[in-house]
């Protein structure tokens, strides 16, 4: 079955500019996670979804980062004025309503701002 | 404030060996600890995971053993192989049961 994907796989942008990224989780699941990780690094919580609405967004470094899930389903993470400092993969995981503790994975995508 | 904290860095075990990774964490509110799997290039893959009522939990070569009193967990891998070469976290959910928060990672390397 289709796991966890994010899209683009890699995204290269310049100082200052706005990025989106994107994560279609596996099909019926309701929770969503962002999280970020840099090199060396493990994955560090950013924001999490319950349905269309942010239970936990408590992870969101500043107000450059938000995320949205407008139909409970693709989630997309959007970064304003973007610094060097963002650069990171950025993961996203979802779960079940009767699993939520067991969180699958996307592959990530990879942010480089130069 | 690390609230899970994994060692080693990094680890070489011999095929067939016993890789050993411990992680340790402090919020007594934490239930739930899994261990991830990462290769290079992908994203972390659920391993095996515990929750606090039991002391020990198997998976084929895979296995927890949890201490609740010291607040420390580890993860044994039996029979290692060069496939299990790759970057190991432990994690634990937050207090209010939904994120995770990860250790720092050990890389494994078993050499043949």
């Known amino acids: 079955g289709a796991g966890v994907s994010q899209t683009p796989s890699n995204k290269v942008t310049e100082k200052g500019k706005y990025v989106e990224l994107r994560c279609d989780p596996i099909?019926?699941?309701?929770?969503l996670y962002w999280y970020r990780q840099s090199l060396g690094q493990g994955p560090e919580f950013l924001i999490y979804?319950?349905?269309?609405?942010?239970?936990?967004d408590s992870g969101l470094p500043n107000d450059r980062f938000f995320a949205v899930r407008p139909e409970g389903s693709v989630s997309t993470l959007k970064i304003q004025r973007t610094e060097r400092g963002d650069s990171a993969v950025y993961l996203c995981?979802?779960?079940?309503?009767?699993?939520?503790?067991?969180?699958?994975f996307g592959p990530g995508t990879r942010l480089t701002v130069l | 404030q690390q609230q899970v904290k994994q060692s080693p860095q990094s680890l070489i075990v011999q095929k067939g060996g016993i890789s050993i990774i411990n992680c340790a964490y402090e919020?007594?509110?934490?239930?739930?600890f899994p261990w991830y799997q990462q290769f290079p290039g992908k994203g972390p893959a659920l391993l095996i995971a515990?929750?606090?009522?039991?002391s020990e939990k198997k998976e084929g070569r895979f296995t927890i053993s949890f201490n609740k009193s010291a607040k420390q967990f580890s993860l044994h891998i039996m029979d290692s192989q060069p496939g299990d070469s790759a970057t190991y976290f432990c994690?634990?959910?937050?207090?209010?049961?939904?994120?995770?928060?990860f250790g720092k990672g050990t890389t494994l390397s078993v050499s043949s």
């Open positions: 979804f319950q349905g269309t609405g942010a239970a936990d």
């Open positions: 919020n007594t509110a934490f239930d739930y």
């Open positions: 995981a979802s779960s079940s309503m009767t699993s939520t503790d067991t969180q699958y």
């Open positions: 099909s019926g699941h309701t929770a």
């Open positions: 994690a634990a959910n937050n207090q209010a049961g939904t994120a995770l928060i």
């Open positions: 515990i929750r606090p009522d039991v």
